[in-house]
Each structure stands twice: as structure tokens, then as C-alpha cells.
């Protein structure tokens, strides 16, 4: 009984008083985050949490256990509105869930030599930086991503596997073709695919000065390992998406 009374205590303590219900997840500082993701779900399904608890989208922050597993918004996303700068038409985030004080925004794209570039700019109009869509050079390869951060060395994104030396990239080239034509073979057979293997999104290393200072898995995990990349950049790309 008392061991009872202790568990439900804790529960209390911890917000899970009656109806099981948990607190507000209150908004993080944007400035150092060193992981993220984008979305609306504030609290998901666990091992203790039979269902879901979805808030507005935005960039979040991934914290405790596997239990009581929580993302917390660091920055909300919003279509343009009347607080962003003059001429500024693409998506925005905001610092407030209100969208009353604007942290970044995307200009239209502009397009040179089938590359796609964004500027991303600040409050007050001024740029923080450009993430540029570098097309493919060959079939086998995707596209590319260029992020360029006023005042620091440009920033290049690609595959996981195609991020190493040439002879890295020829064995892992090899390697994924051969996985392919296992699966495209069991797939034949009638192999089912979960949904998660299908919307799998690939993984990019964004290296400078041959070094790894961001990696991203889509829009669904970000990570930045290096203190000096303005996280506004970070939070853009995911806005964009790797498409």
C-alpha cells in the first residue's frame, strides 16, 4: 500500500494528478539547441503514454527517456505575415506562437543554372545566410546542398555514404546498388515494407573544411555538432526539407 501511494504521489508531482493528464510543454531558447526536429507532436506515444499530444508545428527540441519522451518548440512555424520584412513571401518562424516576433524567413527561391537558392533573413531584413539545391551531376547521385553563413567557410551537404573519399564513394555506390536489387527482388516475392522503411528519408552529412558539423535525416532529425552554425540556418533547412 504505502509503495502504492508513493508511485501515485510521484505521478502527482510530475503532473499526472487526475484524468492522467501532463503539463504544457514550455518553449525552449532557440540559440544552442543541438538537436531538433520539425513538427506538431509535443508528446508521443510511449511505452507509458497510450496516446499522443500534438500542439502547433514547429521546431522541437527532443528530451527525456524513452517513457515520458517530450519535443519542446524553440520556434514556431507560420506562414509569411504582416511582422515579416517587407517582400518577404516564404514560410517564417516565429519566437511566439502568437507570430509576433519573427525569428527568420525564406525569400522566394531564386534559380541560376538549375540551382535553387533561398536567402534566409533575419527581423530586421538582414541576411543571415543562403542554402542553395545543387542538382545532380549524374544519374546515380541526388541533389546536393550548399549553406553559406555570413562571415564562415560554406557548408556542403550530401548523402552519408557519398560524404568520404572517391574509393569510399565507389564501394558504398556498389553497396547500394546491390541492396537495391535484393530488395526490389523481395519486394517481387511479396515481401510487405513496414511504413516507416517507406518514408525513410536519407541521412546527409554537412561538412566544412572537410569536417562534419551537421547532420540531418530529412526534416525528421537535425543535429548540429559545432557551436557557430547560426541555428536559424539549421531551422530553415528543415522548413525547406530535403526534396
Known sequence: MAGREKREGIAVAFGKGAGGKEPPVPAVDWKNVGEFTIGGVERPVTPHRKRSVRGPRAIRVPSGGKNYRVYAPCAYCAPAAVSAPPGVTGPCLYEDEAGERLLCALDSAAET???????????????????????????????????????????????????????????????????????????????????????????????????????????????????????????????????
Open 113 to 243: 543554372d538549375g540551382e535553387r537558392q533561398h536567402r534566409v533573413i533575419d527581423a530586421r531584413g538582414e541576411l543571415i545566410g543562403t542554402i542553395t539545391r545543387i542538382p545532380p551531376t549524374k544519374r546515380m547521385f541526388k541533389h546536393t546542398w550548399r549553406m553559406e553563413q555570413v562571415g564562415h567557410p560554406e557548408i556542403i551537404g550530401r548523402n552519408q555514404w557519398a560524404s568520404g573519399d572517391t574509393k569510399d564513394i565507389v564501394e558504398n555506390g556498389v553497396s547500394k546498388v546491390v541492396f537495391g536489387a535484393l530488395k526490389s527482388a523481395v519486394t517481387s516475392l511479396g515481401a510487405e515494407e513496414s511504413d516507416h522503411s517507406e518514408s525513410r528519408e536519407r541521412t546527409l552529412e554537412w561538412r566544412s573544411d572537410g569536417k562534419v558539423v551537421m547532420v540531418s535525416q530529412g526534416s525528421k532529425s537535425v543535429t548540429v555538432r559545432v557551436g557557430w552554425i547560426d541555428r536559424r540556418l539549421a531551422f530553415a533547412f528543415a522548413l525547406l526539407g530535403d526534396r
